[in-house]
């Protein structure tokens, strides 16, 4: 095709559908936006972020199934562009055009602008008696979020993932931000950035915690909430993406948006130089955008009808599987297109390891039931690259049916809320949990076993951002979301901790002490249990958030990861970093297959067994009986040895330990079936000063209120 002119004369060129967004080749800049119900779209060209208007517009006069597209030999990166997008505003069909509004690329790399709330940003004028119904023509130019062209050119010097497998992984749940706000060793400059997290004292922090996954809360570009910016507060956690390609400018220490781009790539770089991979949340079920009378910032005014999942009857009105208002229509190709291209980009351009996705059963869902065999996972499983990856769902939405733990195909990991439940609750004393409790610590093969699944498909957690802390599960019994202005409405009333004698801080010894030791039976769980333990960042530190369980607005000391540790909280570290690296010295604490309970060779006793205070099998009665709240549990070691990755000699040991939940202290025996072992004791949670102490088979030990003990096996 030959060369056209804009409005201003110069030439410009027809360019390609494909790659969409803007891509930069060298020479000029292609320009692609998907529109299916448009009928014409502006190229909007801005000189500044503190432009009021736009200095050229150019019709994307070009259109191949359904994508416009226009190639400019005259921009160059670091050029601030957005669209306007023409056609039908009819809300009751389904459709939000309008050209008044400037409208953010959904395939942007970066975005130079965040929003900058006015009512014009709304496609409806606010307050008319229509609602919706009615277009507002204001233009929003000098309020709408603008996106950047970028030169993707990095040198990685060589980089290659660590590749760890699941097995072996120790995830760490972390915000950007809030990790390193407050960290005494990372430069004032880098505190809160992609580069204050690359710093040696924090991956020498992570390393220490036997950490070899970093999973970011979200890092791609969102916008907080107007309610939130008027409250004096932002959507801190981040959980309102607007765009899919863009890492968070806010997060970055560079001043220019390309600088930003890098200093995510090295932060990665360094990362898997020091062994740790990274995983990022993703939120690709809903968009910042909201519900019907939200604003019109990228995918609302580009094509409506399209890009959302629209109630049939009511196209004006959006299906909500999400509570954020919408919910993306993955159904649609194009829209699919977009979350696979935005996965690959992430993979292949920025080079992170796997992903974890928020509320992916909203991502399944065909109609209004879940569809295990959604064109989501068929694409994924099919794609060469993401299906390589680490993949983790948070296997629920809040529509009906949306709790699907369990339910995910072969290949996805998932958050396992029911280990979370089962584990907080036989910890806080309820009855009923042990025989639940077993089959958690055993791997949950009740949920993965007949889908051909491992037990690493278990992401086991206790503690996630999603309310208390560790310290706060401990410490209070009600949530305290006050600083949140909505009249500790929010967050969940389920989320229920352990008042362990007072509720929030304390002197008391007494007290101080039962937390402590119930943090350490949390940790020694989630270290001895079967799966992937997954660690809420500064837990280890004792952070607290002074009993808010919802503190997704609180950018401040109230999310912050504080460094400055007492006595108490250095302990705690320490223990966490010991736990995690006796689980990486035990392989009988990390196996790939399942337990099958069957008598090993040679011996009679079993692959696993779980055990009365007496040292006997534990009998059919006594597993669901109210009353019950200790148990035993013995591992089989294979006694083969390995040799870990740098060299030290691994030898797989047969362990036991001793789990009493209730307030009195239980006289348990070792295993007295075993006449030529002897038991050396490993872990204590109740007091250090008896680890080490060894005891014979079928001796007995006081194992304190609310406490465990660990034991490996020595030959006699």
């Not at 030999?73 to 055009?97: A, S």
């Not at 970093?214 to 959507?235: A, Q, W």
């Not at 943090?519 to 079967?530: A, D, G, I, P």
């Amino acid at each position: 095709m030959t060369d056209q002119a804009d409005r201003t004369g110069r030439r410009v060129r027809p360019g390609a559908p494909y790659p969409l967004g803007a891509t930069w080749d060298g020479r000029g800049v292609n320009f692609a936006l998907f529109s299916e119900h448009g009928t014409n779209v502006e190229l909007c060209l801005f000189d500044s972020v503190d432009a009021g208007s736009e200095s050229r517009r150019v019709p994307l006069i070009e259109q191949t199934d359904m994508v416009w597209h226009v190639y400019l030999t005259d921009v160059r990166p670091g050029q601030l562009y957005g669209y306007r997008v023409h056609g039908p505003y009819d809300p009751e069909r389904g459709h939000r055009f309008n050209p008044a509004k400037v409208l953010l690329d959904p395939y942007a790399k970066a975005v130079a602008r965040s929003v900058r709330w006015d009512d014009a940003l709304f496609g409806y004028r606010i307050g008319d008696p229509a609602a919706d119904l009615a277009r507002d023509d204001r233009d929003d130019a000098a309020f709408a979020p603008l996106a950047a062209v970028i030169d993707s050119a990095f040198d990685w010097q060589g980089d290659r993932p660590p590749a760890t497998p699941w097995h072996e992984t120790v995830i760490y749940e972390a915000h950007v931000r809030g990790l390193t706000r407050l960290h005494p060793d990372v430069p004032p400059a880098l505190r809160g950035t992609y580069a204050g997290l690359a710093q040696p004292a924090v991956i020498a922090h992570l390393r220490r915690l036997g950490v070899t996954a970093i999973e970011l809360m979200p890092v791609h570009h969102h916008t907080d909430e107007r309610s939130l910016v008027e409250r004096g507060l932002t959507n801190y956690w981040s959980y309102s993406t607007l765009c899919f390609f863009a890492p968070d400018l806010r997060y970055a220490s560079a001043r220019s948006v390309e600088g930003a781009v890098a200093e995510f790539k090295t932060m990665v770089r360094a990362l898997h130089a020091a062994g740790i991979e990274v995983i990022l949340d993703v939120v690709y079920n809903h968009t910042a955008e909201g519900d019907h009378l939200g604003p019109t910032l990228s995918m609302r005014g580009v094509d409506n009808a399209a890009y959302y999942r629209l109630a049939s009857e009511t196209p004006r009105l959006y299906l909500d599987f999400t509570g954020c208002g919408n919910t993306l229509n993955v159904r649609h190709p194009h829209v699919l297109q977009l979350l696979m291209d935005s996965l690959r980009y992430w993979a292949l351009e920025m080079h992170v390891d796997g992903f974890r996705f928020d509320l992916a059963s909203a991502l399944a869902r065909g109609l209004f039931y879940l569809d295990r065999l959604a064109a989501f996972f068929d694409v994924i499983h099919q794609d060469p690259t993401i299906s390589q990856l680490k993949l983790i769902a948070e296997p629920w939405d809040l529509g009906e049916g949306g709790y699907q733990v369990g339910n995910f195909p072969v290949r996805w990991t998932e958050w396992n809320g029911r280990y979370r439940d089962c584990v907080r609750g036989f910890w806080r004393g309820d009855g009923g949990t042990v025989s639940e409790l077993a089959t958690r610590l055993a791997g949950s093969s009740d949920l993965y076993a007949s889908t051909g699944r491992r037990p690493y498909a278990s992401i086991n957690f206790v503690t996630c951002h999603d309310g208390f802390t560790l310290e706060d599960l401990v410490s209070y019994e009600r949530k305290h979301n006050e600083a949140n202005g909505e009249d500790n409405r929010d967050g969940s009333d389920d989320n229920r901790g352990w008042n362990c004698g007072t509720e929030g801080a304390t002197d008391d010894p007494a007290i101080r002490a039962l937390r402590g030791r119930q943090k350490r039976n949390v940790m020694t769980t989630l270290f001895l249990s079967q799966g992937v333990p997954m660690i809420s960042g500064g837990d280890e530190l004792g952070r607290t958030q002074g009993g808010n369980n919802n503190a997704y607005c609180q950018d401040n000391d109230t999310s912050w990861t504080h460094w400055d540790l007492s006595g108490d909280q250095r302990a705690f570290l320490e223990f966490c970093c010991r736990m995690a690296d006796l689980r990486r010295r035990h392989p009988v604490l990390r196996r790939r297959n399942f337990f099958q309970g069957r008598k090993i060779r040679g011996s009679g006793v079993r692959d696993i067994m779980w055990l009365t205070p007496s040292g006997r099998e534990m009998a059919d009665d006594e597993w669901n009986a109210d009353h019950v709240r200790c148990l035993g549990v013995r591992l089989a070691g294979s006694g083969i040895e390995e040799v870990d990755d740098e060299g030290r000699p691994i030898v797989d040991e047969t362990l036991v330990y001793f789990m009493n939940a209730s307030a009195d202290p239980v006289e348990f025996h070792l295993p007295s079936f075993e006449p030529g072992l002897t038991w050396t004791c490993l872990v204590d949670t109740s007091d250090a000063a008896r680890e080490g102490r060894v005891l014979m088979a079928g001796q007995s030990l006081l194992v304190a209120d609310r406490s465990m003990a660990l034991f490996v096996a020595v030959p006699d």
